[in-house]
């Protein structure tokens, strides 16, 4: 029988992404990991799906966003029920995705520019280095997901077009940028040949006939402006929840300076880190930014010049999938590497159809030798990147390295030195996140921490206060003031910041465990059985089962005092 030979592509495709990264699969989970998985309480049981589908995805650890993604954390719940908190099911769950997407791609090109174009276009997608952040980045396989069913939605769209909807809703369902595949679907309309019965006005009809995708992102986006708009914020303000920067005109010639910035790093993918900035347009006349335009137009123009039409098709691609972060409206992150997921694809095509005619034109040898050096640097590099995700001290030191002013990276440092017991070094980097933003509530409440473990419980409340203040929901503050207020012997106050924590949190579990001690201590037994209950029902916990036992019986209730006993295995 005839093998297809397409099989063999994909093999050898998934075999190189495979030993790409597979140096990542010891990676831990750290940063908004923590949040994400390892804090969700959402991902502990079943129970909580109508939770994960009605509110933000970081609401189970107890932050309010306005980022409505189901459908990953949903998986995510799935994956915590397989393996729990340990990363390796995490980091091997993200490259089967990015491997899965590598096939899509290449079934995908191969209806664009040919299967060989299509080879060498996945080949440099599985293997740049640009996508490490998002495949090592345990809970960023949300973009990895909504590219798989953006693909598929583009790959069904001709001959199954409601399974190619439902694939758009659920890329939708995945990451708000998943309505990049929208245009991405039109600009195949304009790319794709013409039927003979499509002979008068070809474009516009085939345009019109859009409307089925049009319908469903309408749908989307209507219930992410109300239903799911957790903010309450008007559409001009959805994307910047933490602080807009300048009109529209800045915002755009800001995605400008950006734009440069990530031509260079899908050439030349050196230097690499997680929290990159860069200063936005100071003035509609500032002269770097218009300098970057004026260049970002050049190169582009150059490109589009010297492309057929696959090549221009790939281009358009780029542009379009760059369209949530371009400024059209505010966006809190001016420059992440994991924004190229996406559009980088499209300029792979370009750059792999441009490749062609130049390469074909030298000694085979001296043409495969270039090739291999090329890809041997990416992978390189790759490999390099998969050893920082491994350490988290060395991914915040790589980070700050590239930008010394990531306050969050020096926070989160000292957050690893103080899992270590290394105090002092902890003290610094807290100290270094706060000289970079003063009013960084996590900072704040973390050297309320390292002042606290010295032993010193009135600066450290001071330290949670002043976390608190600075950022009023933010109920691990008022958690640890509560425990502090509780050491101190001042119940009603411990009592006052539990509450305050769980008006931010409602599914605290440390937070109802200080609430229903500070009740305790006031002699308000009945009340501390409510949310010592509510703790026991979201985390069952051998301490909290003992605390139960203890509150029953001083209550006179023996019988369930000797139940909670034997929930929590301690024998008498």
């Not at 949903?74 to 340990?86: A, E, K, N, S």
């Not at 080949?123 to 909504?146: K, M, Q």
């Not at 990159?276 to 930014?289: H, K, L, Q």
């Not at 450290?460 to 509780?486: E, F, M, T």
């Amino acid at each position: 029988t005839e093998t297809d030979p397409r099989g063999g592509s994909v093999g050898l495709l998934c075999l190189a992404g495979a030993l790409c990264y597979a140096s990542a699969l010891p990676g831990a989970l750290f940063w908004d990991s923590e949040v994400l998985i390892l804090d969700n309480v959402f991902l502990r049981s079943f129970s909580h799906l109508k939770d994960i589908w009605t509110t933000s995805v970081t609401a189970g650890a107890g932050e309010l966003t306005n980022y409505y993604r189901p459908l990953p954390v949903t998986l995510l719940l799935l994956q915590y029920q397989l393996w729990g908190p340990h990363p390796l099911g995490y980091h091997a769950f993200s490259i089967l995705l990015h491997l899965a997407v590598t096939t899509l791609l290449f079934l995908w090109t191969e209806r664009i520019a040919g299967r060989k174009a299509a080879f060498w276009t996945a080949l440099l997608f599985t293997l740049h280095p640009i996508h490490n952040e998002t495949v090592n980045y345990a809970d960023h396989f949300e973009g990895i997901l909504a590219m798989v069913f953006g693909l598929g939605a583009l790959l069904l769209r001709q001959k199954r077009r409601f399974c190619s909807l439902i694939a758009l809703a659920l890329s939708l369902l995945c990451k708000e940028e998943g309505a990049v595949f929208i245009p991405i679907i039109a600009l195949f309309e304009w790319y794709r040949p013409i039927n003979n019965d499509e002979a008068s006005g070809p474009w516009s009809r085939r345009f019109m006939g859009l409307w089925p995708e049009f319908l469903v992102f309408s749908c989307y986006a209507g219930l992410r402006l109300t239903v799911f708009n957790f903010l309450h914020l008007p559409i001009g303000e959805f994307g910047a929840q933490q602080g807009a920067y300048g009109g529209l005109a800045l915002r755009l010639l800001t995605f400008a300076k950006a734009l440069v910035v990530y031509l260079r790093l899908l050439i030349l993918p050196m230097g690499l880190h997680f929290d990159r900035d860069m200063p936005p347009a100071s003035s509609p006349a500032d002269p770097w930014a218009w300098g970057a335009l004026v260049l970002g137009a050049a190169i582009l123009s150059l490109l589009w010049r010297w492309s057929a039409k696959a090549g221009r098709w790939g281009l358009l691609w780029f542009l379009a999938a760059l369209l949530p972060y371009c400024g059209l409206l505010p966006f809190n992150n001016l420059l992440a590497e994991h924004f190229l997921y996406i559009p980088s694809a499209g300029i792979f095509l370009t750059a792999v159809l441009l490749a062609e005619g130049p390469l074909g034109r030298l000694p085979r040898l001296l043409s495969c030798a270039l090739v291999a050096a090329l890809l041997g640097f990416y992978g390189a590099q790759g490999l390099r990147r998969n050893r920082d995700w491994q350490d988290p001290v060395r991914i915040y030191l790589s980070t700050l390295a590239g930008n010394p002013g990531s306050y969050r990276a020096a926070n989160n440092l000292g957050t690893e030195y103080y899992r270590k017991g290394k105090l002092s070094d902890a003290r610094s980097a807290f100290d270094a996140s706060l000289r970079a933003n003063p009013a960084y509530h996590p900072a704040l409440n973390n050297v309320g921490a390292v002042v606290e473990a010295e032993g010193r419980l009135a600066e450290a409340l001071q330290w949670y206060l002043r976390s608190a203040q600075a950022r009023p929901d933010y109920a691990l503050a008022h958690k640890n003031a509560a425990g502090i207020w509780l050491r101190l012997g001042k119940s009603a106050e411990a009592e006052k910041e539990a509450r305050a924590a769980l008006e931010a949190h409602p599914q605290y579990v440390d937070a109802l465990d200080l609430l229903a001690a500070s009740l305790f201590d006031q002699g308000r037994k009945a009340e501390a059985l409510e949310p010592l209950l509510r703790s026991a029902a979201l985390a069952p916990k051998p301490q909290t089962y003992l605390n139960l036992s203890i509150l029953y019986s001083s209550l006179g209730q023996k019988e369930k005092a000797q139940e909670a006993r034997q929930a929590s295995g301690v024998r008498r």
